[in-house]
């Protein structure tokens, strides 16, 4: 691993144990330094002392030093690149670069470059499976992600799983949802479908209560919202 490290990224695996002085982001817009900070491992050194962003002066005390881990480094590209990919910029490209403070060789500034892709729009999104079951326009009218936004994939994923709950809530506890997408960066556009495989309606046979013995079976039972031979909701059961 370090060998590939070195490899792809000579700078970094080069400066590796290094103080960081400062942690930079090139190209980051339309996201802060601090939302892109908090995603990843690589801190700069800082001062923090009970809390608070302090040091006691000529000492050591409240310094909390952080040096340069090229695995680390790499993994936190990884992960910028992830993320602006799941904001709906698909095409993005992360690179870590390590270079020495300009007044001190033996510390350095850690920046990540972002080559931040176009936006990806949403041109269709299908719902099937569930035309017996539900209204399938009413159900995509519903969801977090619609045609025409940027396919955002973690709206993408809320969506599968709100068509999960609405078959799950109509009594299909069994149910399964699958998602599948495709987006072209040339044409900065995408489609996605979410497959539903419902399942079997299942009904209540039986209502075991353990626990309870103050309480006693019957009372415990006539606080549920559901009965015996009832169709099984899983939201009912929360």
Known sequence: GRSRIAELYPDVAEHAGA???????????????????????????HCSLLGFPVCLPFLSVGRQVRTVNPATVVRDAGRLTVFYRREG???????????????????????????????????TLVVEGVDSILDPLALTRALPLQPGEMFDLDEFGLSADHVLRELQAAGHAYAAVLRNYDADTLQDRGSATITAIPGPVVIVDSIIVTGADELGRRT???????????????????
């Not at 103080?19 to 050194?45: C, N, S, W, Y």
């Not at 039972?221 to 939201?235: A, S, T």
């Open 19 to 45: 103080e960081v002085k400062a942690v930079r982001f090139v190209g980051g817009e339309p996201f802060a330094h601090d939302t892109l900070q908090v995603m990843i491992e690589t801190q700069p050194t």
């Open 89 to 123: 910029y698909v095409g993005t490209r992360v690179t870590p670069r390590v270079e020495p403070e300009a007044d001190n060789d033996e510390d350095v500034e850690v920046t990540f470059i972002i080559r931040r892709g176009d936006p990806v729009y949403l041109d």
């Open 220 to 238: 415990a039972i006539r606080q549920l919202g559901f009965r015996k031979g009832d169709v099984l909701q899983l939201p009912r059961l929360a």
